[in-house]
């Protein structure tokens, strides 16, 4: 089955101790990309990345890291998470920006 | 710098009444255009998109939606909504040139009444 699995589904941390959350697609997309999904603000795009070794800025990076080693896995890395990040959290792929999305089921993350 | 508006955060309709979301968008060239839905508690699922061509696009469940460039509108539409329609509606531009970001409008949350 094609699909976009994020881990955890749930997170409650601390302020400034690192985390990851995970992402994996089994589709051979190029396109990945990770969303902050707010109240009042939509999905904003944090990363994106245009194929395996190749990242890019979207429009709320800060305090955010990402990394594409293989081509199915695109980890959203908080290095010192802020109560500001709390947030539900969507990463999607998709073969090129052109093409439809493939959305994971989402990680709520909460921020002490 | 591209950008996506959806003016209405709310809409309320009766059930079997027709609907119209808007979305506006800014963008240098010709842009993707998508439409997502999202249920309560899921992800975001693909309702229709436009790339070129014909400029009144069919998608699932009934939706279509119209691409006006001189408005820069991509407006969502179906004649006669179902309950099980309620949901968050997303407008959504992608780029394939320069910046190769994908943009999410704000969201209009649909409400059916029975």
């Known amino acids: 089955e094609a699909q976009v699995t994020q881990n955890p589904r749930y997170l409650i941390t601390v302020t400034g101790k690192k985390l990851t959350v995970t992402c994996s697609q089994n589709m051979n997309h190029e396109y990945m990309s990770w969303y902050r999904q707010d109240p009042g603000l939509g999905l904003r795009q944090i990363y994106y990345?245009?194929?395996?070794?190749?990242?890019d800025k979207g429009d709320v990076p800060e305090g955010y890291k990402v990394s594409r080693k293989e081509k199915r896995n695109f980890p959203l890395i908080l290095e010192s998470p802020s109560p500001n990040q709390t947030s539900l959290y969507f990463c999607?792929?998709?073969?090129?920006?052109?093409?439809?999305?493939?959305f994971g089921q989402g990680t709520r993350l909460t921020v002490v | 710098a591209q950008s996506v508006t959806q003016p209405d955060i709310h809409i309320t309709v009766s059930e079997g009444a027709s609907l119209e979301l808007r979305c506006n968008y800014s963008?240098?060239?010709?842009?993707?255009l998508f439409w997502y839905v999202q249920s309560p508690g899921q992800g975001l699922q693909l309702l229709l998109k436009?790339?070129?061509?014909?400029?009144l696009v069919q998608g699932i469940k009934g939706f279509e939606a119209e691409f006006k460039r001189s408005q820069s509108s991509f407006n969502l539409r179906k004649p006669s909504v179902h309950w099980s329609d309620a949901a968050e509606y997303f407008c959504?531009?992608?780029?394939?040139?320069?910046?190769?970001?994908?943009?999410f409008g704000t969201g209009t949350r649909l409400k059916v009444l029975a």
């Open positions: 999607a792929s998709s073969f090129q920006v052109s093409t439809e999305a493939f």
């Open positions: 959504a531009v992608g780029a394939d040139s320069g910046t190769y970001k994908y943009i």
């Open positions: 990345s245009m194929n395996v070794e190749v990242t």
């Open positions: 963008y240098g060239a010709t842009p993707y």
């Open positions: 436009y790339f070129s061509g014909d400029t």
